[in-house]
T-cell receptor, first 117, second 109 residues
Framework: GAVVSQHPSWVICKSGTSVKIECRSLDFQATTMFWYRQFPKQSLMLMATSNEGSKATYEQGVEKDKFLINHASLTLSTLTVTSAHPEDSSFYIC?????????????FGPGTRLTVT | DAKTTQPPSMDCAEGRAANLPCNHSTISGNEYVYWYRQIHSQGPQYIIHGLKNNETNEMASLIITEDRKSSTLILPHATLRDTAVYYCIVRANDYKLSFGAGTTVTVRA
């Protein structure tokens, strides 16, 4: 159980275009979903936290108008990178939080590799 | 969230136990210790977590000291597929995870 999927697994787009990445919790309802970004040889950096039906909370330094997050249901969150530029090329990873017994467990998707040319 | 300190890298032999240390001397009473690992170019994988007591599951064991200022993740029989970056994270329940640099574990045949 506790499977999180992402689509697409990789995408190449031209500079100036927008790209949407989907994150789904397949076998559980997620109270909260998170979006991370990871550059080569670096650790994961949290971009934003989203709860179903409410606006996402962005980390300091993350442009909310550039990285649009929609959390339409308890099993789906989307990240749209608007007007993408080469510096947005990165590995984008989502995670979904599930209450298990008395504590929350967070499960990660396989990631989406974005390359902007 | 409390900061954690992990060694940057360690090697271990295939078939032997791998003991991964983590210091979290500023941990608060309501913060859990979580361990995740990330195999190259994949999303992080949850391993185990605990609050005060030692925990064991099918993947690993987590030993937390009595004062909760440090912990050890034990992979009982390391295999080549256990080669990954291991992250020790402390956080309050249902709060965001903050990833540090982790420990790069290389299992050698």
């Amino acid at each position: 159980g506790a499977v999180v999927s992402q689509h697409p697994s990789w995408v190449i787009c031209k500079s100036g275009t927008s790209v949407k990445i989907e994150c789904r919790s397949l076998d559980f309802q997620a109270t909260t979903m998170f979006w991370y970004r990871q550059f080569p040889k670096q650790s994961l950096m949290l971009m934003a936290t989203s709860n179903e039906g409410s606006k996402a909370t962005y980390e300091q330094g993350v442009e909310k108008d550039k990285f649009l997050i929609n959390h339409a249901s308890l099993t789906l969150s989307t990240l749209t990178v608007t007007s993408a530029h080469p510096e947005d090329s990165s590995f984008y990873i989502c995670s979904a939080s599930r209450l298990a017994l008395s504590s929350y467990e967070q499960y990660f998707g396989p990631g989406t590799r974005l390359t902007v040319t | 969230d409390a900061k954690t300190t992990q060694p940057p890298s360690m090697d271990c032999a295939e078939g032997r136990a791998a003991n991964l240390p983590c210091n979290h001397s500023t941990i608060s009473g309501n913060e859990y210790v979580y361990w995740y690992r990330q195999i190259h170019s994949q999303g992080p994988q949850y391993i185990i977590h605990g609050l005060k007591n030692n925990e064991t599951n099918e993947m690993a064991s987590l030993i937390i000291t009595e004062d909760r200022k440090s912990s050890t993740l034990i992979l009982p029989h390391a295999t080549l597929r256990d080669t990954a970056v291991y992250y020790c994270i402390v956080r309050a329940n249902d709060y965001k995870l903050s990833f540090g640099a982790g420990t790069t574990v290389t299992v050698r045949a």
